[in-house]
């Protein structure tokens, strides 16, 4: 899948750009709102990434031009424009999520997966069979029950793979975060699935490919 990214914040852009290929994304990441148009006219794109303060054009004035001439490519914004006003009318030009600066790339790359994963994509992980359209999952080809945080849990995790997790993104998952919540719901998820998640001390969690 391609990524289109406008960011014009050099080292910012370059992090959230290496991130991206490492997760397997095809990336184009430009400074600019006009190359930005440019490469949307010339290019096909599953996704667009779009700072909002940037020269030439800014990002909410892109997309609305895109809209206007019937581009229906998902677009996330990410700003350091955090007021209620710049939020809304990031939605109301046809914006699907809105991300605050600062934040950790890896808040952006969660979301980035979760918009592209089509509704209908199986994913298959070892003995582990996820049908995602509607959350069923099967463990050597028989239904296996999560709860509600094990479930959002087991979702990050397998649509993550080989990468780690920091602790703040799977704390999104809990109702009420903590350590010991964590732990617990993740021994709960590793019982009931077999995965082996590693607690990588200081850094996060990670599910392993091999």
Not at 31 to 41: K, V
Not at 43 to 67: C, H, M, S
Not at 136 to 143: A, M, P, R, V
Request: proline share 2%; with cysteine.
């Amino acid at each position: 899948m391609k990524i289109l990214l406008l960011e014009d914040d050099i080292a910012l852009g370059e992090t959230i750009e290496d991130l991206l290929i490492e997760s397997g994304y095809l990336v184009d990441h430009v400074i600019g709102g006009n190359e930005a148009i440019d490469m949307s006219y010339d290019n096909e794109y599953d996704l667009y990434i779009f700072d909002i303060n940037v020269p030439d054009i800014d990002g909410l004035d892109i997309l609305k031009a895109l809209r206007d001439v019937d581009d229906k490519t998902p677009a996330i914004f990410i700003s350091a424009m955090t007021d209620l006003k710049t939020v809304l009318k990031g939605f109301e030009v046809g914006g699907d999520d809105f991300v605050k600066k600062p934040f950790y790339p890896e808040e952006l790359l969660v979301k980035v997966n979760l918009k592209l994963t089509k509704e209908d994509k199986t994913i298959v992980f070892k003995d582990i069979t996820y049908f995602t359209k509607d959350k069923k999952i099967e463990k050597n080809g028989e239904s296996i029950y999560l709860s509600g945080v094990q479930l959002q849990l087991f979702k990050l995790f397998i649509n993550n793979t080989n990468r780690i997790i920091i602790k703040d993104e799977l704390y999104e998952c809990l109702e009420k975060p903590s350590d010991s919540a964590l732990r617990f719901h993740i021994n709960k998820l590793k019982n009931s699935t077999g995965f082996k998640i590693k607690n990588l001390r200081g850094s996060g969690y990670i599910l392993e490919k091999s």
